[in-house]
């Protein structure tokens, strides 16, 4: 079989990984005659070094039908005409990389704009040569998305092959993972966290391993990483191409209603620190995925950190509505002065409980590590300590009688 | 390319609520009878505003998994969906009568097909009968049983107790079931009082709900009298008062529910080839012979 367009001689010697040997397959070689079929000889088919085209030179040949139809333009050598279905299919063969490139993206991939732009960038197709993507195909290029790990590979026919897994689980053998071959089953793997709990949120950082898609079409891949994280390909794809539609705090506030018109109210042009906290409790990396590009309004940023998401998040989420409402109400009340005594490190430790509950770690304190404010031992002496019979702290009542009658 | 996208509810605390929507997904996609089937959910991703994104095709059905015209199908969905020009008149619609808008969504600037809601549909009479059939393990049931259809009253919106009524009344014409009535959560006739208002000693009690949550799995077989506390669970059927009251569970969760989507796409226009035979067919309760 003839070498592949760049010489993998040369590639080996340098220590670079080689571009693999490609059958060309029939249904790739088909679609080649098929696009052909259809055009005029004086609109030939572009690959990455050459075209091909019919060729209208044919019916000037004395021969017949001996002359071929079809002609190839290298881009660096000498134009060859009159080939044959034949001769045609052999020079293709000898471009295997670039002509199953070519069918991997527009006959497999298609045109849909997230789709094709999200496996392109996969392996870098708007930027790297056919050759050099085969060869680190062939070695496995790995992607991040998320909490996922994806590996995109390629057989020896050119067609693109995924594996798709949690990040924990890389490098882990196929055969100690739950595999799956269809990428709605993902549906059920995004529903519940590690210990059990529902994920309203599907970017949230908290998607449980142990699972893989180990051999994935290039349209499966699409659609199981849509499935884990939905939208979150489609409007990477708008961001890249500058039409990331943002919706800001308060346009998407004022935009609610029902139960949830509520929120509104709770921006009084009195600044937008209540934002912030939004931001800062639901928004950061530590509870979900995604970037951050809504503000407070058009001219206001938020002085949070939006996170480093490769995938954005162009308006607040539902969940960040529903708690807002809550917060609406919550922040409608008037602070008043309560008088507690507490020894400074009763002091310390509301504070360490309150972060270990901010921070989701609670379990991993230890049953028995009475060094920490939050276990689970000094906290029930501090209730045991502090509360009276009716669960008020330091027996101060909520709602204080005697204030009410002042 | 001809495109489904089911729009429901879904939840930010109950895992179960999006199944339903999932399963009849999956059923219609196995009819091939569209070219992609989407699901985008209020409160579950995609979110209605950005389901319409993900979708590639050009001739774009969206049917609310919702059982009955109101505030979802004529407000929120609309105005997440950035349908341009949407207004409820579109519809003319006497609250049971929504059939299908042509508009088209400002997100990606194509047309699309909103339809009415799954629950006014009149196939979901059939649904609600096939309910009862799978309750109950009989594809013939009906005589000396009575079919309680119950819902929401009209507290939160009128129009959820004229779809309970409109499908209570075209079971009742039909003669199968000895006694049909319409029993609300919150008005009466109340479903607390079941017993009283059914002659039968068998009755089917089908809620009229999309998925099984708080109402359908803890309000209702409480109130009924199914059990003290729904942690304790309840056996199908129970007796109550005399009455031996078989729970549904929540009618949107019948595999059939699947013909109602298409029913709506199709009368919007999609084609869709054998694909409502094929539903009916594979959803259909076995005779156990």
């Given at each position: 079989m003839a070498e592949p367009a760049s010489d993998p001689a040369d590639s080996a010697r340098d220590g670079d990984p080689e571009v693999p040997d490609i059958d060309l397959p029939s249904d790739a070689f088909d679609a080649v005659l098929d696009a052909l079929a259809g055009?005029?000889?004086?609109e030939p088919l572009r690959f990455e070094g050459f075209s091909v085209g019919r060729d209208d030179a044919g019916e000037d040949s004395d021969d017949g039908d001996a002359a071929g139809e079809y002609r190839l333009d290298p881009a660096d050598g000498d134009r060859r005409t009159g080939l044959s279905e034949r001769d045609l299919h052999e020079a293709l063969d000898d471009r295997a990389p670039t002509v199953t490139d070519w069918y991997a993206f527009e006959r497999v991939v298609g045109e849909f704009g997230p789709r094709r732009a999200f496996l392109r960038w996969l392996e870098d197709a708007d930027g790297a040569t056919v050759a050099t993507r085969y060869a680190a195909l062939a070695e496995g290029i790995e992607r991040a998305w998320g909490e996922l790990r994806i590996t995109a590979t390629i057989t020896d026919r050119g067609e693109r092959r995924y594996d798709v897994r949690h990040a924990d689980d890389a490098g882990v053998p196929v055969d100690d993972l739950d595999a799956y071959d269809d990428p709605l089953d993902a549906r059920e793997l995004v529903?519940?966290?590690?210990?059990g709990r529902y994920r309203p949120l599907k970017t949230a950082p908290s998607l449980a391993g142990g699972w893989v898609f180990p051999d994935l079409g290039a349209r499966d891949a699409y659609e199981l990483v849509e499935t884990i994280y939905p939208a979150t390909v489609a409007n990477w794809h708008r961001e890249r191409e500058g039409e990331l539609d943002v919706t800001h705090w308060r346009e998407t506030m004022e935009r609610q209603s029902g139960i949830y018109g509520v929120v509104k109210t709770w921006d009084r042009g009195e600044g937008h620190e209540h934002v912030n906290w939004v931001a800062e409790a639901c928004c950061d990396d530590s509870q979900c995925l995604k970037r951050r590009?809504?503000?407070?309004d058009d001219e206001t940023d938020l002085d949070v950190d939006g996170g480093d998401g490769v995938f954005p998040c162009r308006e607040p989420c539902s969940v960040v509505v529903s708690a807002a409402r809550k917060w609406t109400r919550l922040e409608s009340e008037q602070p008043r002065t309560y008088e507690f005594d507490l020894t400074p490190s009763e002091k310390e430790q509301v504070e360490a409980i309150i972060d270990a509950v901010a921070d989701g770690q609670i379990d991993e304190i230890r049953e028995a590590d009475t060094k920490e404010g939050a276990n689970r031992y000094r906290t029930r002496f501090l209730r045991a300590k502090l509360f009276d019979e009716d669960g008020n702290l330091g027996g101060v009542p909520t709602e204080s009688d005697e204030e009410d009658e002042e | 390319m001809q495109s489904l996208v089911i729009v429901a509810h879904g939840s930010h605390l109950n895992p179960g609520s999006s199944a339903p929507t999932y399963d009849h997904a999956d059923t219609i996609r196995a009819t091939g009878a569209f070219d992609e089937v989407k699901t985008g959910f209020w409160k579950e991703e995609p979110h209605f505003r950005e389901v319409l994104r993900t979708v590639e095709g050009d001739e774009i059905y969206v049917v609310p998994l919702f059982i009955s015209e109101g505030y979802f199908t004529e407000q929120v969905i609309p105005r997440e969906l950035r349908l341009d020009g949407w207004d409820v008149s579109e519809w003319d619609s006497d609250g049971l009568s929504a059939d299908q808008a042509s508009l088209v969504a400002e997100d990606i600037d194509r047309e699309i097909h909103y339809c009415g809601p799954v629950g006014t549909h009149r196939a979901m009479t059939d649904v609600i009968v096939r309910r009862a059939e799978s309750v109950t393990g009989d594809p013939d049931v009906g005589e000396e049983f009575g079919l309680a259809v119950v819902g929401h009253g009209t507290e939160r919106n009128e129009n959820s107790a004229k779809a309970i009524e409109y499908h209570a009344d075209r079971i009742a014409e039909r003669d199968r079931f000895d006694e049909v009535r319409a029993l609300y959560m919150d008005e009466d006739p109340e479903v607390d009082d079941l017993p009283e208002y059914f002659e039968s000693d068998d009755v089917v009690l089908v809620p009229l709900f999309i998925a099984d949550g708080y109402h359908t799995q803890e309000d209702i077989p409480e109130d009924v009298g199914l059990c003290e506390d729904h942690t304790e669970g309840y056996d199908v059927p129970t007796e109550v008062d005399g009455t031996r009251i078989w729970y549904a569970g929540a009618v949107g969760t019948e595999p059939l529910m699947a013909d109602v989507l298409l029913e709506r796409a199709a009368d919007a226009g999609a084609d869709l080839g054998t694909a409502l035979d094929d539903v009916r067919e594979t959803t259909r309760v076995a005779t156990g012979d």
């Open positions: 055009r005029d000889p004086g529903k519940l966290d590690e210990k590009e809504w503000q407070y | -």
